[in-house]
């Protein structure tokens, strides 16, 4: 009786080491992988358009897009207003939570960290004035990230006005209703290895997510994969119709519609009528109409606006 009892003691100890040394290397060991993985420009680019949290944050507990980053395309130098190369910087105003990267430099594994800190100087980036990052590649082809208000003397203000509001991308705050949304109940991030390739284009490599949080995924799928979405659809005006609703433009989509991403009002302000459009579009689906109501076009401050950015991000 005595020797039993032994014996379970024992083995529940073993058990309760198991079980605790599995939960470590579960937990702890993806981020050993990761530092040991330089990060890639898709990386790179990912994590400074995101920003530092794209998921539940105290930064935006209710995932309003509070303390987003914004993606910009400049095709003048911010400082001087002469023409450049269209570049992509990532502005981060003041109080924005800084991107992982920097942040976590490790994250960006040893060479890109290294070049990041002595070519980027990343280390002086700063969320109580505002910084604005570039991805850079040196002369050897490596990439790194530059903290262009440090090298450059970019201000996000000065950039923000350079690129003005129509090339300015909320991409970072559409994550977020990713998020909040549930997008990923129906739609992933990540094509499987098996034909899917052929049709939603290149699975992500090695070191494509250093430093993106959360990752996003999805497990289960009841629709295609949205990881290249924006490289086979890249009109914002059959994203804005499939979004009002999906059965504008895909007769038996099963997708719910996300209309009141709109907001009250359009982009002149007027009201939004959702009863009299609901009305004029039954009526069109039981042959009364020719055609369908038209959707109203999204205020810029909108939330579709914001999604609708975080689409066309994915290319
Ligand atoms: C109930 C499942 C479901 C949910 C939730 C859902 N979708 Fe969809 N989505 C679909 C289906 C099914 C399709 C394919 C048919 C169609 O185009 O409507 C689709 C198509 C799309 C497409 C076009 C894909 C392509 O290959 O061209 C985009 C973009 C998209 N959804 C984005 C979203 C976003 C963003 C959200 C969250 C705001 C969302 N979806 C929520 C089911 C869903």
């Known amino acids: 009786m005595n020797m039993n009892f032994r014996e379970y003691k024992l083995g529940s100890r073993f058990f309760a080491l198991a079980l605790g040394l599995s939960m470590c290397i579960t937990l702890f060991m993806p981020s050993f992988d990761i530092g040991s993985v330089n990060a890639t420009n898709i990386a790179m680019d ?22 987003k980053p914004l993606k910009v395309l400049l095709k003048a130098d911010p400082v001087n207003g002469q023409p450049m190369d269209p570049t992509y910087a990532y502005v981060y105003e003041k109080g924005t939570p800084l991107p992982n990267g920097v942040l976590h430099p490790d994250n960006l594994g040893s060479v890109a960290k290294k070049l990041s800190i002595d070519k980027g100087h990343i280390l002086e980036s700063n969320k109580n004035t505002g910084t604005v990052f570039l991805v850079r590649m040196d002369d050897q082809k490596r990439y790194y990230i530059e903290n262009a ?19 300015t991308q909320h991409a970072a705050a559409g994550k977020s209703l990713f998020v909040r949304e549930g997008c990923w109940w129906c739609h992933t991030l990540l ?27 999805g497990s289960d799928r009841k629709a295609p994969d949205i990881l290249h979405v924006a490289s086979r659809n890249s009109s914002k005006e059959w994203m804005m119709l499939h979004f009002f609703n999906p059965r504008l433009v895909q007769p038996h989509s099963i997708m719910p519609r996300f209309d009141y991403l709109w907001g009250p009002v359009d982009a002149n302000g007027q009201k939004i009528d959702f009863a009299k459009w609901r009305a004029e579009y039954n009526e069109y689906r039981e042959g009364k109409r020719i055609t369908p109501p038209e959707v109203p076009t999204y205020a810029r401050n909108s939330e579709i606006r914001n999604l609708i950015d975080f689409v066309m991000n994915l290319k």
């Open 46 to 67: 990912k994590q400074l358009w995101a920003g530092h949290e794209s998921g539940f944050s105290l930064d935006d507990p209710l995932l309003l897009g509070w303390h």
């Open 191 to 217: 094509p499987e290895q098996t034909q899917d390739w052929q049709v939603f284009g290149a699975p992500p490599m090695l070191g494509d997510f250093n430093g993106e949080s959360p990752t996003a995924f």
């Open 149 to 167: 208000s440090a090298t450059l003397g970019w201000t996000p203000e000065g950039v923000l006005k350079t690129a003005g509001d129509e090339n």
